[in-house]
């Protein structure tokens, strides 16, 4: 059971959008501590989509976007392609449990 | 360019040891946190443990008291010294390279190809 809460699987037809939420707590997102957004392409390296809960690095498509409220963060992929297809990952901090934290994973599939 | 080459995996009984080894590039090693995730297979992502550039280490719960985290800013190389292994550390195992502006709100901004742990 992951401390940062995403949901098993989602999907979407190509050129729609999505949205992937990570519900945390009071000692982890609730705290404002910053969430990270990953995205890992079976059979590769995670790569990072998201930082600092809306920020993305250089090279990523502004179809990603990360926002976070409350206990909450959330990652929003528009104009699905079928590369988008991927495990996707939340990441906080906790400070319960002193530990950097990740959400269990949503796997996304491009219909 | 950042490249992280993660070495030293491999079988290993359980009750057994192995050191992990990560040869970094293409940043300044020496100022920058540095940490370990694995995975294990078909799993999602679990964070291991964490460095500071001072030598600061963290650990998750599950690795505590049987993983070693260290540092050679002299040769670039991050190292995860495990013993007391068991069945449940089966996982590839990455290296990262930590980044932010506090080190709470750390991300992992680039990853290694990561090396794969069997204990059986």
């Known amino acids: 059971q992951s401390v940062l809460t995403q949901p098993p699987s989602v999907s979407g037809a190509p050129g729609q959008g999505v949205t992937i939420s990570c519900t945390g707590s009071p000692s982890n997102i609730g705290a404002g501590y910053d969430v990270h957004w990953y995205q890992q392409v079976p059979g590769t390296v995670p790569k990072l989509l998201i930082s600092g809960n809306n920020n993305r690095p250089s090279g990523v498509a502004d179809r990603f976007s990360g926002s976070k409220s409350g206990t909450s963060a959330s990652l929003a992929i528009s104009g699905l392609q079928a590369d988008d297809e991927a495990d996707y990952y939340c990441?906080?901090?906790?400070?319960?449990?002193?530990?950097?934290?990740f959400g269990g994973g949503t796997k996304l599939t491009v219909l | 360019e950042v490249q992280l080459l993660e070495s030293g995996g491999g079988l290993v009984q359980p009750g057994g040891s192995l050191r992990l080894s990560c040869v970094a590039s293409?940043?300044?090693?020496?100022?920058?946190?540095m940490g370990w995730v694995r995975q294990a297979p078909g799993k999602g992502l679990e964070w291991v443990s964490t460095?500071?550039?001072?030598?600061?280490?963290y650990y998750a719960d599950p690795v505590k008291g049987r993983f070693t985290i260290s540092r050679d800013n002299s040769k670039s190389t991050l190292y995860l010294q495990m013993n007391g292994l068991r069945v449940e550390d089966t996982a590839r195992y990455y290296c990262?390279?930590?980044?932010?502006?506090?080190?709470?709100?750390?991300?992992?901004?680039?990853w290694g190809q990561g090396t794969v742990v069997t204990v059986s």
């Open positions: 990441q906080s901090y906790d400070n319960r449990l002193s530990a950097w934290v």
């Open positions: 293409g940043f300044t090693f020496s100022t920058s946190g």
């Open positions: 460095i500071s550039s001072r030598g600061s280490p």
């Open positions: 990262a390279k930590r980044q932010g502006l506090r080190y709470l709100d750390w991300s992992h901004d680039y």
